[in-house]
């Protein structure tokens, strides 16, 4: 297993569109996250899925974005009718929590969007 | 409230020498962890180092230790003989009970030869 992998690694858009970025965790990592880190700022929590259920979303996050992880494996994140400031790095993390483990994250390289 | 503060935007440190960066937290949850992060100029997210709030002893990875105060709610990463490649951006972290991990706003470290 290489690890957490996110794809793709850049997008450019244009205002407006839609994008949808997709996160491979860990195979056998049972949560997956999402963050989004902008430039000099520590990761901002977006929403958590435990296997495919969605546990917690962010009530900064508007409801332009949204995320599934339709069989507990892969998950995608999508932003809708995407705007300037949604121009950030995505990052996507998996971690599997339980007895003697101490379930840090593993993130992904992060997929980088850029809204024009 | 902030759950988690790094108060330190930017550090210098001499090559060899031993740096303290700081982090204080905030939670009313009795069992919680606490992480810190590595990320390089490269970009990813290196996990460093862990500590539980029921763990006695400070934990140690290496040149990285945890130094945990609960009473003061604060959980400092030692960086001991400082290398070149040790300059990254570090991130401290905190997992409640609910799961979901907090970030600091980062603390710049460089390390001058």
């Known amino acids: 297993d290489t690890g957490v992998s996110q794809d793709p690694r850049h997008k450019i858009t244009k205002r407006g569109q839609n994008v949808t970025f997709r996160c491979d965790p860990i195979?056998?990592?049972?949560?997956l996250y999402w963050y989004r880190q902008t430039l000099g700022q520590g990761p901002e929590f977006l929403t958590y899925f435990q296997n495919e259920a969605q546990l917690e979303k962010s009530r900064l996050l508007s409801d332009r974005f949204s995320a599934e992880r339709p069989k507990g494996s892969f998950s995608t994140l999508e932003i809708q009718r995407t705007e300037q400031g949604d121009s950030a790095m995505y990052l996507c993390?998996?971690?599997?929590?339980?007895?003697?483990?101490?379930?840090?994250?593993?993130f992904g390289e992060g997929s980088r969007l850029t809204v024009l | 409230a902030q759950k988690i503060t790094q108060t330190q935007p930017g550090m210098f440190v001499q090559e060899k020498e031993a740096v303290t960066l700081d982090c204080t937290y905030d939670t009313s949850d009795q069992s919680y962890g606490l992480f810190w992060y590595k990320q390089p100029s490269s970009g990813e997210m290196i996990f460093l180092i862990y500590?539980?709030?029921?763990?006695?002893q400070n934990a140690t990875e290496g040149r990285y230790s945890l130094n945990f105060q609960k009473a003061r709610k604060s959980a400092n990463l030692v960086i001991s003989a400082s290398q070149l490649g040790d300059s990254a951006m570090y991130f401290c972290?905190?997992?409640?009970?609910?799961?979901?991990?907090?970030f600091g706003t980062g603390t710049s470290l460089t390390v001058i030869p």
């Open positions: 993390a998996s971690s599997l929590l339980g007895t003697g483990n101490t379930g840090e994250l593993f």
């Open positions: 972290a905190m997992r409640e009970t609910g799961n979901q991990f907090y």
């Open positions: 500590q539980g709030s029921y763990d006695e």
């Open positions: 195979s056998e990592h049972n949560r």
